[in-house]
Nanobody
């Protein structure tokens, strides 16, 4: 059974860069057909999809965050990483990594997803942005 574990800082100051890593075990990130996503949930808000990297290494981003977001993968370490630049207090949220069989269809400026759309989730990691 695949397991995903997020790691990274829990507290940042405004304008800093958030870097989170998702370490995957029990399955390869290069397995055909899977897309590996970063998702966040701010208090009282919906699950917001930030972006994904595919099994072939292609990346996809939410239009609302594309200018500040970079996702990369390391197949050797079986992990993928999120970088979110110039963070503000509005980026405070629980950040999750998750696996989906198939592409995330994001048709709007912001992309909201359902937990059931993804077959595997990490436990999430709280990130707080505060001066």
């Amino acid at each position: 059974q695949v397991q995903l574990v997020e790691s990274g800082p829990s507290l940042l100051k405004p304008s800093q860069t958030l870097t989170l890593t998702c370490t995957v075990s029990g399955g390869s990130i290069t397995t055909s057909g899977y897309y590996w996503s970063w998702i966040r949930q701010a208090p009282g808000k919906e699950l917001e999809w930030l972006g994904a990297v595919s099994y072939s290494g292609r990346t996809y981003y939410s239009p609302s965050l594309k200018s500040r977001t970079s996702i990369s993968e390391n197949a050797f370490k079986n992990e993928f990483t999120l970088q979110l630049n110039s963070v503000t207090p509005e980026d405070t949220a629980v950040y999750y990594c998750a696996r989906k069989s198939g592409f995330v269809n994001c048709s709007g400026y912001k992309c909201f997803v359902q937990r059931a759309d993804f077959g595997a989730w990490g436990r999430g990691t709280q990130v707080t942005v505060s001066s």
